[in-house]
């Protein structure tokens, strides 16, 4: 039997929201699945609150919304986090996607994290209603 797990989009107003409402909608109030991306990406596939044998689908709803919160400001906001801490030899590639991100270009934190889920379990695994 397939799992549902909705995230209710018109309520995520950044990565921190999204963080919350995903860990909600797996887990439960209070619920964790992963702070970062790559966390998230080892939350999927780990079954960390999901199905073992990963029946399951996450139903975004209002992704719209989401999309516009989890943009380019959004995603040059977490690039500015990040860019201290960079490892010298990814300094100029956090660099220069944070210039696009300033300039509104490139792939935004919406785009990633579909990504994260389409690739790491499949496109049939995401709902985007």
Do not use: K, Q
């Not at 201290?84 to 300094?91: E, F, M, Q, Y």
């Not at 100029?92 to 991100?101: K, Q």
Request: with cysteine.
């Amino acid at each position: 039997m397939t799992v549902t797990y909705v995230i209710e989009g018109s309520g995520i107003t950044g990565l921190d929201s999204f963080w919350d409402a995903i860990g909600e909608a797996v887990n439960g109030p209070g619920g964790y699945f992963g702070r970062s991306l790559d966390a998230f990406a080892d939350c999927l596939g780990g079954g960390f609150g999901t199905p073992p044998d990963g029946d399951f689908v996450i139903e975004w709803r209002d992704h719209a919304a989401s999309a516009r919160a989890l943009g380019h400001e959004e995603t040059a906001r977490r690039l500015e986090r990040l860019l201290p801490r960079a490892h010298p030899t990814n300094r100029a590639r956090v660099e220069g996607e944070l210039a696009e991100a300033r300039a509104g270009r490139g792939p935004t934190l919406f785009d990633d994290l579909v990504g994260i889920i389409t690739e790491g379990t499949g496109p049939e695994t995401l709902r985007l209603v």
